[in-house]
């Protein structure tokens, strides 16, 4: 895990090196600036060592080829057997990359497995691409006859003449033959097929879901697990106590006496966790927020409401250990959220959605968590997204994911239960009562939005709460004073309401 920056015909290398020191938060292990010798460029790199933590230094460097990597190649150990162990200098993940390119294969980068982004030059031309979803950011810019590329957009921030563009999720980019989109979503599944065995398919989410588990929890650094004690939060947490070779950590923070800090301990005592929490008051939220923001890269308000307690959660895990894993990606992909329950008998229209929301989630969702976990240099992994899990879950149909009440499970009738499937899946793995609970959002269930009320009212001196207009003024005005040019960041900035259709 960590940040990057690359010069590709720019040749300034100090302007690699403040580009690099305005994200040095996202790799605070090491920071390396290397020019090439036989071709047109500089990379940068901010490392947060998770896999190779001895020998894993980047930019790797190897035959004129340069490469930076931010993310976790979960398959590297499968790439090396298959590229040769004899090739590999280093004990790193990133480095299957460069070897998987020089292979040959018109496809080769949808042989990772993973989260990731990079960038890879050669003598004659540079590639960019990122994973699947867009789970790890990057960006390019157009700077003279140059290109610039980065971690995040703060980078770029007073650089003059630049026109900045994401490089989406499941795309790569190359100086040569342009972008060209490697992964593409599998559309969902709105009606059983017929003879549909739902127990079995039910057993066959929880063995891809288990695996998907084992997979992200791959490195040679203790991995601990955020514990809303939620349902999504709490399943990764339960299955990772299991699989772990330590005691699992896990990390949950609310206002005094929530309901996330409550649940979160019932969770935490069931699987046996090493458990630690933290409360926040309003106070805490007010002197937090100008961080969060600047960090955020958004004023968006249901973004930096969500962002709050994930910072807090940040804060407290980084004490602890190096990464995290989260359960981002299960509202999206079974039908979590209450907006959802307006679709329950249009199956077809529900299975769209969810491809919908997957397809957004990276600058919304997994903006938020990406930034604010390495706003504390930690790394956030999500289960729930793994490539194979998605695949799974694409296949399943939506009527098993949003449907009307099983009364054997919930013994009442007429009501609609969102992640239908994936509750039967766990159902064994925590108290019925938590596997059935309704859902509550992160900032609803830890008090994040009553303390950011009242922290509102006391940054501004006014004596009611604020409406939504004016909180999405004040968060827009904290993040203009911290930026030297505010418009690219907030050209940029995604919103929860983007491409929602429209249910009323």
Same mark, same amino acid.
């Given at each position: ?10 040749? *300034?290398?100090?302007?690699? +090196? ?6 040095? %938060? ?12 036989? !071709?047109? =460029? ?8 998770? /896999? ?5 230094? +980047?930019?790797?460097?190897?035959? &004129? &080829? ?15 057997? /298959?590229?040769? @162990? ?25 042989? #990772? ?6 960038? #890879? ?30 971690? @995040? ?21 190359? $100086?040569? &033959? ?24 039910? $057993? ?31 399943? /990764? ?5 299991? #699989?772990?070779?330590?005691? #699992? ?13 409550? !649940? ?10 090493? %458990? ?11 002197? =937090? ?10 004023? &968006? ?43 329950? *008998?249009?199956?077809? @229209? ?18 938020? =968590? ?37 009364? +054997? !499970? ?15 899946? =766990? ?13 509550? +959002? ?63």
């Amino acid at each position: 895990m960590c940040g990057f920056v690359c010069l590709w015909n720019i040749d *300034d290398e100090g302007l690699a +090196q403040r580009m690099i020191a305005r994200i040095a %938060h996202r790799g605070p292990d090491a920071t390396e600036v290397v020019r090439g010798r036989n !071709a047109p =460029v500089i990379m940068a790199h901010a490392r947060l060592s998770i /896999i190779g933590p001895e020998d894993g230094a +980047q930019p790797i460097y190897q035959n &004129d &080829d340069l490469l930076v990597v931010n993310g976790e190649i979960y398959n590297h150990a499968d790439l090396r057997a /298959i590229l040769g @162990e004899s090739a590999f200098e280093t004990a790193s993940d990133s480095e299957a990359i460069l070897h998987l390119f020089r292979a040959g294969e018109l496809r080769w980068v949808a042989r #990772l497995d993973g989260m990731f982004a990079f960038v #890879l030059a050669t003598r004659e031309r540079i590639i960019a691409a990122r994973d699947p979803l867009g789970i790890k950011p990057l960006y390019m810019a157009r700077l003279n006859e140059g290109l610039a590329f980065a971690s @995040e957009l703060k980078a770029f921030d007073g650089l003059p003449g630049i026109a900045i563009e994401a490089i989406p999720p499941g795309t790569l980019f190359d $100086s040569r &033959d342009g972008f060209r989109q490697w992964y593409r979503t599998p559309h969902g599944a709105a009606e059983p097929e017929p003879g549909l065995n739902v127990g079995a398919a039910a $057993s066959e989410l929880r063995l891809v879901l288990e695996e998907a588990v084992a997979k992200w929890m791959v490195a040679d650094v203790e991995v601990g697990s955020f514990l809303s004690g939620g349902l999504d939060s709490s399943i /990764i947490a339960a299955l990772a106590t299991r #699989l772990a070779p330590y005691r #699992l950590k896990t990390f949950a923070v609310g206002a005094e006496g929530s309901p996330d800090l409550i !649940a979160a301990r019932r969770v935490a005592e069931h699987i046996g966790a090493e %458990h630690f929490e933290a409360v926040f008051t309003a106070r805490d939220v007010a002197d =937090v927020l100008p961080h969060v923001i600047y960090h955020l890269e958004s004023a &968006d308000v249901d973004l930096v409401r969500s962002a709050v307690p994930t910072h807090f959660a940040a804060r407290l895990a980084r004490a602890h250990v190096k990464a995290v894993l989260t359960g981002e990606g299960a509202d999206e992909l079974f039908a979590g959220y209450s907006y959802h329950h307006a679709y329950v *008998d249009r199956p077809r @229209e529900l299975a769209d959605e969810i491809t919908r929301s997957l397809n957004a989630m990276h600058n919304i969702n997994l903006q938020r =968590v990406d930034r604010i976990t390495m706003g504390q240099s930690l790394e956030a992994r999500t289960p729930f997204l793994d490539r194979d899990l998605i695949d799974f879950a694409q296949s399943l149909p939506a009527t098993l994911k949003l449907c009307r009440t099983d009364p +054997q !499970a919930l013994e009442s009738t007429g009501e609609t239960t969102e992640k239908w499937i994936l509750r039967k899946a =766990v159902a064994d793995l925590l108290p019925a009562d938590l596997v059935w609970r309704k859902k509550a +959002q992160f900032d609803e269930g830890s008090g994040t939005l009553e303390a950011l009320s009242s922290a509102l009212m006391n940054l501004t001196g006014r004596s009611a709460p604020l409406n939504r207009a004016d909180e999405a003024r004040l968060y827009e005005d904290i993040l203009r004073a911290q930026y030297q040019d505010p418009e690219m960041i907030l050209k940029q900035a995604g919103s929860w309401t983007e491409g929602r259709v429209n249910m009323a």
